[in-house]
């Protein structure tokens, strides 16, 4: 094999290099992602709606006790925000994404993460 011919390959393969080590990180910039929201308000939720980043889902009839996964997908520094309109008021959260980010609907309607799950 000639030199210019060992020249093009070592460009190449460092080209290729380059070019997948840029998909992997971009990859992972948009990992899946799981919200779990647990209804402990003590009432059924006629409506919840979640957005996370361009996605958005509504859920209805959520009965108390009961809890809602919601898998999302987001990029880098993304929020989710919840809103529920309960028969005697309406509530919401907006806070930044996480992996696996849990939020707690007490009693009283309020939209909150468990101390624990907090940044």
Do not use: C
Not at 93 to 118: C, K, M, V, Y
Request: aromatic share 4%.
């Amino acid at each position: 094999m000639d030199r210019g011919r060992k020249r093009w390959l070592l460009r190449l393969t460092v080209v290729l290099v380059a070019g997948s080590v840029m998909l992997l990180y971009a990859l992972r910039q948009q990992a899946q992602n799981v919200l779990t929201i647990a209804n402990q308000s003590g009432q059924t939720i006629p409506e919840m709606k979640v957005v996370a980043g361009e996605q958005s889902a509504t859920y209805r009839k959520i009965d108390s006790g009961k809890d809602v996964t919601v898998p999302f997908v987001t990029r880098g520094d993304e929020h989710i925000k919840v809103s529920i309109a309960l028969a005697d008021r309406r509530s919401s959260f907006n806070g930044p994404a996480g992996e696996r980010l849990q939020l707690i609907i007490d009693r009283s309607g309020n939209i909150s993460q468990p101390t624990d799950n907090r940044r």
